[in-house]
Nanobody
């Protein structure tokens, strides 16, 4: 069993920055990857970025060069640094923890980019 809790969302102006955090607890030794996804109103949930236990990262084309995913193993936390935010980045951002036989999701955190 793994628990996943996101934090750090909020309202930011276009061009601004936000840092999201995702804390995992429970059977964290079984986690081989963690990721961030987002879902905008009326749209399907989409991949934002992932990071494996080995440190390999993957990004959606829409966020490459603007977002950075990183890990803090000592705190079992994954961060998503979001720079140069655009209105189209507005969504609920979800973190997940991927195990060999199951994926655990957090409740999500709202990010709104608006002037």
């Amino acid at each position: 069993q793994v628990q996943v809790v996101e934090s750090g969302g909020g309202l930011v102006q276009p061009g601004g920055s936000l840092r999201l955090s995702c804390a995992a607890s429970g059977s964290i030794v079984s986690i081989y990857a963690m990721g961030w996804y987002r879902q905008a109103p009326g749209k399907a949930r989409e991949l934002v970025a992932t990071i494996t236990s080995g440190g390999s990262t993957n990004y959606a084309d829409s966020v490459k060069g603007r977002f950075t995913i990183s890990r803090d193993d000592a705190k079992s936390t994954v961060h998503l640094q979001m720079n140069s935010l655009k209105p189209e980045d507005t969504a609920v951002y979800y973190c997940n923890a991927i195990l060999i036989n199951r994926t655990y999701w957090g409740q999500g955190t709202q990010v709104t980019v608006s002037s």
